[in-house]
Protein backbone atom coordinates (compact mmCIF):
# COMPACT_ATOMS: atom_id res chain seq x y z
CA UNK A 1 0.00 0.00 0.00
CA UNK A 2 1.46 3.33 -1.07
CA UNK A 3 0.86 5.74 2.22
CA UNK A 4 1.47 9.37 2.80
CA UNK A 5 1.90 11.26 5.82
CA UNK A 6 1.58 15.05 5.49
CA UNK A 7 3.37 16.66 8.40
CA UNK A 8 3.98 20.60 8.91
CA UNK A 9 6.52 22.38 11.11
CA UNK A 10 4.51 24.48 13.51
CA UNK A 11 6.25 26.91 16.39
CA UNK A 12 5.99 24.56 20.21
CA UNK A 13 2.81 25.27 21.75
CA UNK A 14 4.41 26.45 24.62
CA UNK A 15 5.87 28.55 22.58
CA UNK A 16 5.73 32.35 23.53
CA UNK A 17 4.74 34.64 19.80
CA UNK A 18 5.27 38.02 19.46
CA UNK A 19 3.92 40.51 16.44
CA UNK A 20 6.17 42.58 14.55
CA UNK A 21 6.28 46.28 15.01
CA UNK A 22 4.47 47.03 12.36
CA UNK A 23 1.48 44.73 12.94
CA UNK A 24 1.78 42.00 9.67
CA UNK A 25 3.78 39.48 10.86
CA UNK A 26 5.41 37.13 13.38
CA UNK A 27 8.48 37.74 15.19
CA UNK A 28 9.90 34.38 13.79
CA UNK A 29 13.94 35.06 14.63
CA UNK A 30 14.48 32.13 17.55
CA UNK A 31 10.97 30.65 17.70
CA UNK A 32 10.90 26.79 18.61
CA UNK A 33 9.38 24.30 16.29
CA UNK A 34 7.64 21.28 16.51
CA UNK A 35 6.30 18.74 14.03
CA UNK A 36 2.24 19.69 14.40
CA UNK A 37 0.79 17.23 17.63
CA UNK A 38 -1.79 15.87 15.54
CA UNK A 39 0.67 15.08 12.65
CA UNK A 40 2.69 13.17 15.25
CA UNK A 41 -0.42 11.11 15.08
CA UNK A 42 -0.73 11.16 11.50
CA UNK A 43 2.41 9.59 11.34
CA UNK A 44 2.45 6.92 13.43
CA UNK A 45 -1.05 5.55 11.72
CA UNK A 46 0.96 5.36 8.33
CA UNK A 47 3.78 3.62 9.74
CA UNK A 48 0.95 1.39 12.24
CA UNK A 49 -0.80 0.71 8.97
CA UNK A 50 2.43 -0.35 6.92
CA UNK A 51 3.18 -2.59 9.63
CA UNK A 52 -0.01 -3.89 9.09
CA UNK A 53 -0.81 -3.95 5.30
CA UNK A 54 3.17 -3.96 4.00
CA UNK A 55 4.25 -1.41 1.67
CA UNK A 56 5.80 2.13 1.93
CA UNK A 57 5.37 5.28 4.00
CA UNK A 58 6.43 8.92 2.29
CA UNK A 59 6.51 11.85 4.18
CA UNK A 60 5.49 14.90 3.09
CA UNK A 61 5.55 18.38 4.05
CA UNK A 62 5.46 22.08 2.49
CA UNK A 63 7.70 23.86 4.96
CA UNK A 64 11.50 26.31 4.76
CA UNK A 65 14.65 23.83 3.41
CA UNK A 66 15.49 24.65 6.75
CA UNK A 67 13.36 22.49 8.58
CA UNK A 68 14.77 18.92 7.89
CA UNK A 69 15.77 18.49 11.31
CA UNK A 70 11.76 17.97 12.35
CA UNK A 71 11.75 16.08 8.80
CA UNK A 72 14.69 13.46 9.47
CA UNK A 73 12.87 12.61 13.10
CA UNK A 74 9.91 11.46 11.05
CA UNK A 75 12.31 9.08 8.93
CA UNK A 76 13.31 7.94 12.30
CA UNK A 77 9.87 7.47 13.55
CA UNK A 78 9.66 5.01 10.90
CA UNK A 79 8.80 7.31 7.57
CA UNK A 80 10.58 5.32 4.19
CA UNK A 81 11.47 8.63 2.47
CA UNK A 82 10.24 12.17 2.41
CA UNK A 83 9.51 14.96 0.31
CA UNK A 84 10.01 18.41 1.62
CA UNK A 85 8.36 21.06 -0.78
CA UNK A 86 10.23 24.26 -0.25
CA UNK A 87 8.19 27.53 0.75
CA UNK A 88 9.72 29.98 2.63
CA UNK A 89 6.26 31.47 2.84
CA UNK A 90 5.09 28.35 4.66
CA UNK A 91 3.83 29.53 7.75
CA UNK A 92 1.41 32.30 5.77
CA UNK A 93 0.35 30.22 2.68
CA UNK A 94 -3.37 29.65 3.08
CA UNK A 95 -5.21 26.41 3.44
CA UNK A 96 -6.30 26.28 -0.56
CA UNK A 97 -2.71 27.20 -1.96
CA UNK A 98 -1.13 24.64 0.69
CA UNK A 99 -3.49 21.94 -0.45
CA UNK A 100 -3.32 22.72 -4.11
CA UNK A 101 0.40 21.88 -3.35
CA UNK A 102 0.18 18.94 -1.58
CA UNK A 103 -2.48 17.95 -4.04
CA UNK A 104 0.00 17.72 -6.90
CA UNK A 105 2.77 15.77 -5.57
CA UNK A 106 0.26 13.59 -3.99
CA UNK A 107 -0.86 13.00 -7.51
CA UNK A 108 2.59 12.88 -8.82
CA UNK A 109 3.62 10.26 -5.65
CA UNK A 110 1.02 8.03 -5.93
CA UNK A 111 -0.92 6.89 -2.85
CA UNK A 112 -3.84 4.32 -1.58
CA UNK A 113 -4.38 6.59 1.43
CA UNK A 114 -3.20 9.96 2.92
CA UNK A 115 -2.99 10.72 6.49
CA UNK A 116 -2.93 14.15 7.78
CA UNK A 117 -3.56 15.56 11.46
CA UNK A 118 -7.04 17.20 12.13
CA UNK A 119 -5.76 20.75 12.21
CA UNK A 120 -2.15 21.97 12.19
CA UNK A 121 -1.68 23.78 15.50
CA UNK A 122 -0.12 27.22 14.15
CA UNK A 123 -3.21 28.51 11.73
CA UNK A 124 -5.92 26.25 12.93
CA UNK A 125 -7.36 26.18 10.11
CA UNK A 126 -8.28 22.41 10.26
CA UNK A 127 -8.87 22.56 6.27
CA UNK A 128 -6.24 21.14 4.81
CA UNK A 129 -7.44 17.64 5.18
CA UNK A 130 -10.59 17.67 3.35
CA UNK A 131 -9.62 20.09 0.68
CA UNK A 132 -7.06 17.82 -0.52
CA UNK A 133 -9.37 15.14 -0.59
CA UNK A 134 -11.85 17.30 -2.46
CA UNK A 135 -9.08 18.33 -5.56
CA UNK A 136 -8.41 14.53 -5.61
CA UNK A 137 -11.81 13.29 -5.91
CA UNK A 138 -10.92 11.02 -3.14
CA UNK A 139 -12.88 10.02 0.09
CA UNK A 140 -12.21 11.76 3.12
CA UNK A 141 -12.93 11.08 7.33
CA UNK A 142 -12.02 13.69 9.54
CA UNK A 143 -10.91 13.77 13.29
CA UNK A 144 -10.78 9.72 13.51
CA UNK A 145 -10.32 8.71 17.23
CA UNK A 146 -10.94 4.64 15.79
CA UNK A 147 -9.69 3.11 12.23
CA UNK A 148 -10.13 -0.24 10.74
CA UNK A 149 -8.76 -0.22 7.23
CA UNK A 150 -8.30 -3.04 4.13
CA UNK A 151 -8.20 -3.38 0.72
CA UNK A 152 -10.32 -1.42 -0.89
CA UNK A 153 -11.96 0.20 1.97
CA UNK A 154 -11.88 0.82 5.84
CA UNK A 155 -14.78 2.31 8.93
CA UNK A 156 -13.79 4.94 10.98
CA UNK A 157 -15.32 6.55 14.38
CA UNK A 158 -15.65 9.99 14.92
CA UNK A 159 -16.70 11.87 18.12
CA UNK A 160 -19.28 14.60 16.91
CA UNK A 161 -21.55 16.43 18.74
CA UNK A 162 -24.44 13.55 18.10
CA UNK A 163 -21.96 10.87 19.83
CA UNK A 164 -19.83 8.60 18.30
CA UNK A 165 -20.35 8.08 14.67
CA UNK A 166 -18.94 5.19 12.22
CA UNK A 167 -18.25 5.98 8.72
CA UNK A 168 -17.38 3.66 6.24
CA UNK A 169 -15.55 5.01 3.40
CA UNK A 170 -13.67 3.86 0.03
CA UNK A 171 -10.04 3.74 -0.86
CA UNK A 172 -7.96 6.31 -1.86
CA UNK A 173 -9.09 8.30 1.22
CA UNK A 174 -7.56 11.64 3.03
CA UNK A 175 -8.06 10.81 6.91
CA UNK A 176 -7.08 13.39 9.21
CA UNK A 177 -6.09 12.10 12.08
CA UNK A 178 -7.71 13.24 15.85
CA UNK A 179 -6.40 12.79 19.52
CA UNK A 180 -6.73 9.21 20.94
CA UNK A 181 -6.13 7.27 17.80
CA UNK A 182 -2.75 6.10 18.82
CA UNK A 183 -0.06 6.96 20.60
CA UNK A 184 2.71 8.11 18.79
CA UNK A 185 6.10 6.31 19.29
CA UNK A 186 9.52 7.61 19.88
CA UNK A 187 12.18 7.47 17.62
CA UNK A 188 14.66 4.83 18.54
CA UNK A 189 18.37 4.84 18.50
CA UNK A 190 18.32 2.64 16.15
CA UNK A 191 15.33 4.75 14.15
CA UNK A 192 18.01 7.50 14.10
CA UNK A 193 20.60 5.95 12.57
CA UNK A 194 18.33 4.46 9.49
CA UNK A 195 16.97 7.65 9.12
CA UNK A 196 20.35 9.52 8.09
CA UNK A 197 20.68 6.62 5.04
CA UNK A 198 16.71 7.38 4.39
CA UNK A 199 16.18 9.78 0.95
CA UNK A 200 14.71 12.70 1.69
CA UNK A 201 14.08 15.07 -1.37
CA UNK A 202 13.96 18.34 -1.93
CA UNK A 203 11.17 19.97 -4.70
CA UNK A 204 9.98 23.74 -5.61
CA UNK A 205 6.60 23.45 -5.60
CA UNK A 206 4.01 25.61 -7.81
CA UNK A 207 2.40 27.57 -5.47
CA UNK A 208 -1.18 29.69 -5.74
CA UNK A 209 -1.08 33.16 -4.42
CA UNK A 210 -3.14 33.40 -1.12
CA UNK A 211 -6.82 34.37 -0.77
CA UNK A 212 -6.03 36.14 1.95
CA UNK A 213 -4.25 39.34 3.78
CA UNK A 214 -3.69 40.51 6.66
CA UNK A 215 -5.17 43.40 7.99
CA UNK A 216 -3.97 43.38 11.73
CA UNK A 217 -2.10 40.95 13.67
CA UNK A 218 -2.55 41.85 17.75
CA UNK A 219 -1.83 39.67 21.02
CA UNK A 220 -5.51 38.66 22.48
CA UNK A 221 -6.82 41.91 24.10
CA UNK A 222 -6.37 41.65 27.78
CA UNK A 223 -9.19 40.04 30.30
CA UNK A 224 -10.57 42.74 32.27
CA UNK A 225 -8.55 42.58 35.76
CA UNK A 226 -10.12 39.92 37.94
CA UNK A 227 -9.96 39.67 41.77
CA UNK A 228 -10.23 37.40 44.36
CA UNK A 229 -12.94 36.50 45.95
CA UNK A 230 -12.86 35.03 50.04
CA UNK A 231 -15.55 32.73 49.92
CA UNK A 232 -18.27 30.99 48.29
CA UNK A 233 -20.96 33.52 49.45
CA UNK A 234 -19.13 36.17 48.05
CA UNK A 235 -18.38 34.30 44.40
CA UNK A 236 -22.14 33.63 44.48
CA UNK A 237 -22.89 37.27 44.93
CA UNK A 238 -20.23 38.69 42.23
CA UNK A 239 -21.68 35.72 39.58
CA UNK A 240 -25.33 37.28 40.25
CA UNK A 241 -25.31 40.44 40.58
CA UNK A 242 -21.30 41.92 38.95
CA UNK A 243 -21.39 39.39 36.18
CA UNK A 244 -24.89 38.73 35.95
CA UNK A 245 -24.51 34.79 34.78
CA UNK A 246 -26.32 33.29 37.67
CA UNK B 1 -22.23 42.42 0.91
CA UNK B 2 -23.69 39.77 -1.15
CA UNK B 3 -25.78 36.63 -0.77
CA UNK B 4 -24.12 34.18 1.28
CA UNK B 5 -25.39 30.69 1.33
CA UNK B 6 -26.11 29.47 5.19
CA UNK B 7 -25.96 25.41 6.00
CA UNK B 8 -28.09 24.60 8.91
CA UNK B 9 -28.37 21.97 11.25
CA UNK B 10 -30.78 20.37 12.56
CA UNK B 11 -32.13 18.71 15.52
CA UNK B 12 -35.38 17.19 16.76
CA UNK B 13 -38.03 19.30 14.95
CA UNK B 14 -35.35 22.59 15.09
CA UNK B 15 -31.96 24.52 13.44
CA UNK B 16 -29.21 23.49 15.84
CA UNK B 17 -28.27 27.11 17.77
CA UNK B 18 -24.74 27.20 16.67
CA UNK B 19 -26.24 27.02 13.01
CA UNK B 20 -28.41 30.25 13.94
CA UNK B 21 -25.59 31.56 15.21
CA UNK B 22 -23.37 31.13 11.60
CA UNK B 23 -26.72 33.19 9.97
CA UNK B 24 -26.46 36.17 12.72
CA UNK B 25 -22.91 36.24 11.92
CA UNK B 26 -23.63 36.76 7.86
CA UNK B 27 -26.86 38.91 8.65
CA UNK B 28 -25.08 40.82 10.78
CA UNK B 29 -22.10 41.50 8.07
CA UNK B 30 -25.11 42.83 5.57
CA UNK B 31 -25.50 40.31 3.89
CA UNK B 32 -29.04 38.56 2.65
CA UNK B 33 -29.01 34.76 3.58
CA UNK B 34 -30.20 31.53 1.67
CA UNK B 35 -30.15 28.65 4.36
CA UNK B 36 -29.35 24.83 3.03
CA UNK B 37 -30.43 21.85 4.99
CA UNK B 38 -30.45 18.26 4.48
CA UNK B 39 -31.60 14.98 6.24
CA UNK B 40 -34.45 13.66 7.57
CA UNK B 41 -37.21 16.55 8.44
CA UNK B 42 -35.62 19.26 7.17
CA UNK B 43 -38.74 20.12 5.29
CA UNK B 44 -40.52 20.49 9.08
CA UNK B 45 -37.47 22.88 9.78
CA UNK B 46 -37.06 24.81 6.56
CA UNK B 47 -39.83 27.36 7.24
CA UNK B 48 -38.51 28.25 10.71
CA UNK B 49 -35.25 29.71 9.95
CA UNK B 50 -34.72 33.37 9.84
CA UNK B 51 -33.42 33.44 6.00
CA UNK B 52 -34.38 34.81 2.58
CA UNK B 53 -34.88 31.83 1.26
CA UNK B 54 -34.81 27.99 2.21
CA UNK B 55 -33.03 25.04 0.06
CA UNK B 56 -33.45 21.68 1.02
CA UNK B 57 -31.03 19.18 -0.40
CA UNK B 58 -33.14 16.16 -1.29
CA UNK B 59 -32.61 12.50 -2.28
CA UNK B 60 -28.93 11.17 -0.25
CA UNK B 61 -29.90 8.12 1.27
CA UNK B 62 -27.06 7.97 4.62
CA UNK B 63 -25.78 11.48 5.55
CA UNK B 64 -22.65 11.92 2.81
CA UNK B 65 -20.70 14.48 3.61
CA UNK B 66 -18.48 14.30 0.03
CA UNK B 67 -22.75 15.16 -1.79
CA UNK B 68 -23.94 17.27 0.92
CA UNK B 69 -20.75 19.48 0.20
CA UNK B 70 -20.68 19.50 -4.04
CA UNK B 71 -24.55 20.20 -3.20
CA UNK B 72 -24.16 23.56 -1.15
CA UNK B 73 -21.63 24.27 -3.58
CA UNK B 74 -23.63 23.85 -6.72
CA UNK B 75 -26.82 25.69 -4.89
CA UNK B 76 -23.60 28.52 -4.34
CA UNK B 77 -22.98 28.57 -7.94
CA UNK B 78 -26.83 28.48 -8.92
CA UNK B 79 -27.76 31.09 -6.74
CA UNK B 80 -25.08 33.66 -7.64
CA UNK B 81 -24.09 33.83 -3.89
CA UNK B 82 -20.99 35.50 -2.87
CA UNK B 83 -20.08 32.84 -0.45
CA UNK B 84 -20.50 30.29 2.22
CA UNK B 85 -21.14 29.84 5.96
CA UNK B 86 -21.34 26.88 8.50
CA UNK B 87 -20.66 27.22 12.32
CA UNK B 88 -17.10 25.60 13.34
CA UNK B 89 -19.38 22.41 14.91
CA UNK B 90 -17.99 19.24 13.97
CA UNK B 91 -20.29 18.54 10.92
CA UNK B 92 -19.42 22.03 9.64
CA UNK B 93 -15.59 21.58 10.55
CA UNK B 94 -15.63 18.57 8.06
CA UNK B 95 -18.32 20.10 5.47
CA UNK B 96 -16.93 23.59 5.38
CA UNK B 97 -13.49 23.01 3.42
CA UNK B 98 -15.11 20.15 0.84
CA UNK B 99 -17.43 23.28 -0.04
CA UNK B 100 -14.39 25.56 -0.50
CA UNK B 101 -12.54 23.34 -1.87
CA UNK B 102 -15.80 22.63 -4.90
CA UNK B 103 -15.43 26.52 -4.95
CA UNK B 104 -11.61 26.69 -5.13
CA UNK B 105 -12.00 29.32 -2.35
CA UNK B 106 -9.64 29.00 0.69
CA UNK B 107 -11.67 28.69 4.23
CA UNK B 108 -11.84 30.93 6.87
CA UNK B 109 -12.19 28.44 9.94
CA UNK B 110 -13.52 29.50 13.34
CA UNK B 111 -13.94 33.13 12.79
CA UNK B 112 -14.83 35.10 16.27
CA UNK B 113 -15.68 38.11 14.06
CA UNK B 114 -17.47 38.87 10.04
CA UNK B 115 -17.21 42.75 9.31
CA UNK B 116 -17.54 45.29 6.57
CA UNK B 117 -15.40 47.98 6.03
CA UNK B 118 -16.67 49.96 2.94
CA UNK B 119 -16.88 47.50 0.88
CA UNK B 120 -14.20 45.10 2.14
CA UNK B 121 -15.19 42.17 4.41
CA UNK B 122 -12.92 41.87 7.65
CA UNK B 123 -12.59 38.37 9.15
CA UNK B 124 -11.08 37.90 13.10
CA UNK B 125 -9.60 34.83 13.83
CA UNK B 126 -7.28 33.25 16.15
CA UNK B 127 -3.69 31.68 15.20
CA UNK B 128 -1.70 29.86 17.74
CA UNK B 129 -4.75 28.59 19.81
CA UNK B 130 -5.46 32.24 20.26
CA UNK B 131 -2.02 33.59 21.36
CA UNK B 132 -2.29 35.96 17.94
CA UNK B 133 -5.56 37.46 16.84
CA UNK B 134 -5.99 38.08 12.87
CA UNK B 135 -7.74 40.35 11.06
CA UNK B 136 -8.03 39.18 7.38
CA UNK B 137 -9.22 40.52 4.28
CA UNK B 138 -10.70 37.69 2.17
CA UNK B 139 -9.44 38.32 -1.62
CA UNK B 140 -10.62 35.26 -3.44
CA UNK B 141 -13.87 35.41 -5.92
CA UNK B 142 -15.97 33.43 -3.11
CA UNK B 143 -16.07 33.90 0.75
CA UNK B 144 -16.26 31.00 2.80
CA UNK B 145 -16.06 30.79 6.38
CA UNK B 146 -17.47 28.82 10.16
CA UNK B 147 -18.15 30.74 12.92
CA UNK B 148 -17.18 29.84 16.25
CA UNK B 149 -19.71 28.62 18.85
CA UNK B 150 -21.00 30.84 21.45
CA UNK B 151 -19.41 34.18 20.31
CA UNK B 152 -22.57 35.27 17.42
CA UNK B 153 -25.73 36.02 18.36
CA UNK B 154 -28.19 33.87 16.96
CA UNK B 155 -30.62 34.76 14.07
CA UNK B 156 -34.26 35.20 14.62
CA UNK B 157 -37.66 34.91 12.47
CA UNK B 158 -38.41 32.75 9.65
CA UNK B 159 -38.66 32.40 5.96
CA UNK B 160 -41.50 32.12 3.07
CA UNK B 161 -39.63 30.11 0.65
CA UNK B 162 -38.46 26.96 0.37
CA UNK B 163 -36.93 25.32 -2.34
CA UNK B 164 -35.58 21.68 -3.02
CA UNK B 165 -32.13 20.83 -4.93
CA UNK B 166 -31.04 17.03 -5.52
CA UNK B 167 -28.04 15.53 -4.27
CA UNK B 168 -26.21 13.25 -6.81
CA UNK B 169 -22.50 12.23 -7.25
CA UNK B 170 -20.77 9.34 -5.41
CA UNK B 171 -20.95 9.09 -2.02
CA UNK B 172 -17.60 7.77 -1.05
CA UNK B 173 -18.36 8.28 2.87
CA UNK B 174 -21.63 7.43 4.82
CA UNK B 175 -21.96 7.49 8.11
CA UNK B 176 -23.62 4.17 9.42
CA UNK B 177 -23.89 4.61 12.78
CA UNK B 178 -24.12 6.88 15.52
CA UNK B 179 -24.09 6.29 19.00
CA UNK B 180 -26.12 8.99 20.61
CA UNK B 181 -24.74 10.99 23.46
CA UNK B 182 -25.89 10.90 26.54
CA UNK B 183 -29.07 12.09 26.62
CA UNK B 184 -29.47 16.02 26.59
CA UNK B 185 -25.56 15.81 27.19
CA UNK B 186 -24.24 19.06 25.54
CA UNK B 187 -20.92 19.19 24.06
CA UNK B 188 -18.53 21.55 25.61
CA UNK B 189 -17.61 23.59 22.88
CA UNK B 190 -21.72 24.36 23.55
CA UNK B 191 -22.56 24.60 26.04
CA UNK B 192 -23.20 28.17 27.67
CA UNK B 193 -21.65 27.49 30.78
CA UNK B 194 -18.40 24.76 31.58
CA UNK B 195 -17.33 23.47 34.33
CA UNK B 196 -13.90 21.89 34.33
CA UNK B 197 -11.49 19.65 36.07
CA UNK B 198 -7.95 18.97 36.15
CA UNK B 199 -5.58 16.95 37.95
CA UNK B 200 -6.09 18.77 41.35
CA UNK B 201 -9.46 16.79 41.78
CA UNK B 202 -6.98 13.84 42.13
CA UNK B 203 -8.85 10.84 40.80
CA UNK B 204 -11.52 10.06 38.14
CA UNK B 205 -14.34 10.15 41.27
CA UNK B 206 -13.06 13.33 42.72
CA UNK B 207 -14.76 14.41 39.38
CA UNK B 208 -17.74 13.79 41.02
CA UNK B 209 -17.90 17.35 42.65
CA UNK B 210 -16.96 18.88 38.83
CA UNK B 211 -20.39 16.58 37.42
CA UNK B 212 -22.53 17.80 40.37
CA UNK B 213 -22.20 21.37 39.77
CA UNK B 214 -22.41 21.18 36.17
CA UNK B 215 -25.70 19.42 36.93
CA UNK B 216 -26.53 22.09 39.42
CA UNK B 217 -26.32 24.37 36.83
CA UNK B 218 -28.59 22.35 34.35
CA UNK B 219 -26.73 23.59 31.21
CA UNK B 220 -23.47 23.11 31.53
CA UNK B 221 -21.14 20.54 30.26
CA UNK B 222 -18.14 19.07 31.91
CA UNK B 223 -14.69 20.02 30.60
CA UNK B 224 -11.44 19.02 31.29
CA UNK B 225 -7.77 19.59 31.19
CA UNK B 226 -4.89 17.44 28.91
CA UNK B 227 -3.68 16.60 32.07
CA UNK B 228 -7.01 14.14 32.84
CA UNK B 229 -7.48 13.34 29.62
CA UNK B 230 -4.22 11.60 29.12
CA UNK B 231 -4.36 10.00 32.86
CA UNK B 232 -7.66 8.20 31.26
CA UNK B 233 -9.95 9.91 33.83
CA UNK B 234 -12.13 11.57 31.87
CA UNK B 235 -12.77 11.17 27.50
CA UNK B 236 -10.75 13.08 24.60
CA UNK B 237 -14.20 15.09 24.06
CA UNK B 238 -14.03 17.01 27.08
CA UNK B 239 -10.69 18.34 26.61
CA UNK B 240 -10.20 21.97 26.31
CA UNK B 241 -6.92 23.81 25.01
CA UNK B 242 -4.79 24.07 22.42
CA UNK B 243 -4.98 20.42 21.41
CA UNK B 244 -8.68 20.04 22.56
CA UNK B 245 -11.50 22.09 22.21
CA UNK B 246 -11.72 26.00 22.47
CA UNK B 247 -14.80 26.70 24.53
CA UNK B 248 -16.09 30.52 25.00
CA UNK B 249 -19.29 29.83 26.95
CA UNK B 250 -20.45 32.49 29.43
CA UNK B 251 -19.24 31.06 32.47
CA UNK B 252 -16.21 28.83 32.59
CA UNK B 253 -15.07 27.41 36.44
CA UNK B 254 -11.77 25.94 36.52
CA UNK B 255 -11.44 23.72 39.17
CA UNK B 256 -7.80 22.26 40.13
CA UNK B 257 -6.50 23.09 36.65
CA UNK B 258 -2.99 25.27 37.01
CA UNK B 259 -3.84 27.24 33.83
CA UNK B 260 -0.79 25.88 31.23
CA UNK B 261 -0.59 27.99 28.23
CA UNK B 262 -2.32 25.54 26.34
CA UNK B 263 -5.01 25.31 28.35
CA UNK B 264 -5.50 28.82 28.45
CA UNK B 265 -5.60 29.08 24.95
CA UNK B 266 -8.94 26.55 24.78
CA UNK B 267 -11.00 29.21 27.26
CA UNK B 268 -9.38 32.10 27.43
CA UNK B 269 -12.20 33.94 25.42
CA UNK B 270 -15.38 32.70 27.78
CA UNK B 271 -17.31 35.51 28.82
CA UNK B 272 -16.90 35.35 32.72
CA UNK B 273 -13.79 32.97 34.12
CA UNK B 274 -14.07 31.83 37.71
CA UNK B 275 -10.73 29.69 39.63
CA UNK B 276 -10.63 27.80 41.88
CA UNK B 277 -7.28 26.35 42.85
CA UNK B 278 -5.18 25.97 46.19
CA UNK B 279 -2.01 27.56 45.16
CA UNK B 280 -3.00 31.18 44.87
CA UNK B 281 0.40 31.34 42.84
CA UNK B 282 -1.04 29.24 39.78
CA UNK B 283 -1.31 31.08 36.43
CA UNK B 284 -5.41 30.40 36.04
CA UNK B 285 -5.53 33.46 38.61
CA UNK B 286 -4.14 35.65 35.73
CA UNK B 287 -7.02 35.41 33.54
CA UNK B 288 -9.84 34.86 35.99
CA UNK B 289 -12.03 37.61 36.65
CA UNK B 290 -12.86 35.81 40.36
CA UNK B 291 -10.53 33.28 41.61
CA UNK B 292 -11.16 31.46 44.94
CA UNK B 293 -7.86 29.75 46.45
CA UNK B 294 -9.07 27.29 48.73
CA UNK B 295 -9.40 23.05 48.49
CA UNK B 296 -11.78 22.64 45.71
CA UNK B 297 -13.31 19.55 47.93
CA UNK B 298 -14.41 22.36 50.27
CA UNK B 299 -15.17 25.07 48.17
CA UNK B 300 -17.34 23.41 45.46
CA UNK B 301 -20.23 21.14 47.33
CA UNK B 302 -20.50 24.31 48.66
CA UNK B 303 -21.48 26.41 45.48
CA UNK B 304 -23.35 23.34 44.04
CA UNK B 305 -25.51 24.00 46.71
CA UNK B 306 -26.18 27.45 46.48
CA UNK B 307 -26.56 27.06 42.85
CA UNK B 308 -28.41 24.29 43.08
CA UNK B 309 -30.83 26.82 45.49
CA UNK B 310 -30.86 29.66 43.03
CA UNK B 311 -32.03 27.40 39.91
CA UNK B 312 -34.81 26.21 42.08
CA UNK B 313 -35.92 29.81 42.76
CA UNK B 314 -35.89 30.93 39.15
C1 LIG C 1 1.88 19.69 22.70
C2 LIG C 1 1.10 19.95 23.96
C3 LIG C 1 -0.26 20.21 23.86
C4 LIG C 1 -1.02 20.44 25.04
N1 LIG C 1 -2.37 20.69 24.90
C5 LIG C 1 -3.12 20.89 26.02
C6 LIG C 1 -4.52 21.14 25.95
O1 LIG C 1 -5.12 21.18 24.85
N2 LIG C 1 -5.22 21.33 27.08
C7 LIG C 1 -4.62 21.29 28.33
O2 LIG C 1 -5.34 21.47 29.32
N3 LIG C 1 -3.30 21.04 28.42
C8 LIG C 1 -2.54 20.83 27.31
N4 LIG C 1 -1.22 20.53 27.45
C9 LIG C 1 -0.70 20.20 28.82
C10 LIG C 1 -0.37 21.39 29.67
O3 LIG C 1 0.94 21.83 29.37
C11 LIG C 1 -0.48 21.02 31.18
O4 LIG C 1 0.38 19.93 31.43
C12 LIG C 1 -1.88 20.61 31.64
O5 LIG C 1 -2.84 21.57 31.19
C13 LIG C 1 -1.91 20.52 33.15
O6 LIG C 1 -3.17 20.04 33.59
P1 LIG C 1 -3.73 20.39 35.04
O7 LIG C 1 -3.84 21.86 35.18
O8 LIG C 1 -4.96 19.59 35.24
O9 LIG C 1 -2.65 19.77 36.01
P2 LIG C 1 -1.54 20.47 36.90
O10 LIG C 1 -0.71 21.40 36.12
O11 LIG C 1 -0.89 19.37 37.64
O12 LIG C 1 -2.37 21.37 37.91
C14 LIG C 1 -3.16 20.89 38.96
C15 LIG C 1 -3.61 22.08 39.76
O13 LIG C 1 -4.54 21.67 40.75
C16 LIG C 1 -4.30 22.41 41.95
N5 LIG C 1 -4.82 21.61 43.07
C17 LIG C 1 -4.32 20.46 43.59
N6 LIG C 1 -5.14 19.99 44.55
C18 LIG C 1 -6.16 20.85 44.64
C19 LIG C 1 -7.33 20.90 45.46
N7 LIG C 1 -7.60 19.94 46.37
N8 LIG C 1 -8.16 21.95 45.30
C20 LIG C 1 -7.92 22.92 44.40
N9 LIG C 1 -6.84 22.91 43.59
C21 LIG C 1 -5.98 21.88 43.71
C22 LIG C 1 -2.80 22.62 41.98
O14 LIG C 1 -2.49 23.76 42.76
C23 LIG C 1 -2.49 22.82 40.50
O15 LIG C 1 -2.53 24.19 40.14
C24 LIG C 1 -0.42 20.36 26.31
C25 LIG C 1 0.95 20.12 26.40
C26 LIG C 1 1.72 19.93 25.25
C27 LIG C 1 3.19 19.69 25.39
N1 LIG D 1 2.62 22.98 5.03
C1 LIG D 1 2.14 21.73 5.18
N2 LIG D 1 2.88 20.65 4.86
C2 LIG D 1 2.40 19.39 5.02
N3 LIG D 1 1.19 19.12 5.51
C3 LIG D 1 0.40 20.16 5.85
C4 LIG D 1 0.83 21.51 5.71
N4 LIG D 1 -0.17 22.32 6.13
C5 LIG D 1 -1.17 21.49 6.55
N5 LIG D 1 -0.81 20.20 6.37
C6 LIG D 1 -1.58 18.99 6.73
O1 LIG D 1 -2.95 19.35 6.88
C7 LIG D 1 -3.37 19.18 8.23
C8 LIG D 1 -4.37 20.24 8.60
O2 LIG D 1 -3.77 21.51 8.50
P1 LIG D 1 -4.60 22.86 8.60
O3 LIG D 1 -5.75 22.76 7.67
O4 LIG D 1 -3.63 23.93 8.22
O5 LIG D 1 -5.05 22.98 10.03
C9 LIG D 1 -2.09 19.20 9.02
O6 LIG D 1 -2.26 18.54 10.26
C10 LIG D 1 -1.12 18.49 8.08
O7 LIG D 1 -1.29 17.08 8.12
Known amino acids: MQIIACVKRVPTTDAAVSVTPDGKGLVTDGLPYMISFYDEIALEQAVQTKEALGGEVTVLSLGPASGSKEIRECLAK ?41 VATDRDNASVGPMVATYLGWACVTDVVALELGEGG ?7 EAGLETLEFSLPAVITTGKGLNEPRYAGLKGIMAAKKKPL ?35 IDALRNEAQVL | MTTLVVFIE ?77 AASSLGRDLAPRVAAHL ?29 IATLTPTGEFFCATTRLNVFPAAEG ?42 GLGSPEGFQIVEAL ?50 LAGMRTSGTIVAINKDPDAPIFKVADYGLVADAFEVVPQLTEAVRAIKSQS
Open chain 2, 158 to 199: SCTEVGEHPLGGEARVRVTAIEAAGEAKLDVAEAPVVVAGGR
Open chain 1, 78 to 118: GGDKAVVLTDDEWMTRDARATAKALVAEIEAQGADVVFMGK
Open chain 1, 154 to 160: GTAKVET
Open chain 2, 214 to 263: ADAFGNAAVGASRAVVDAGWRPHSEQVGQTGKVVSPQLYIAIGISGAIQH
Open chain 2, 10 to 86: HTGGSARRSSLEALGAAQAAGATCIAVLTGPGADGVAGNIPAAKAVILTGGEAYSPDQVAAGVAEVVRAQGAGGFLA
Open chain 1, 201 to 235: EEKTPELEANQAMVASLAPPPPRKEGRLVSDVNEL
Open chain 2, 104 to 132: DATLFSDCTAITTEGDELRVTRSWLAGKV
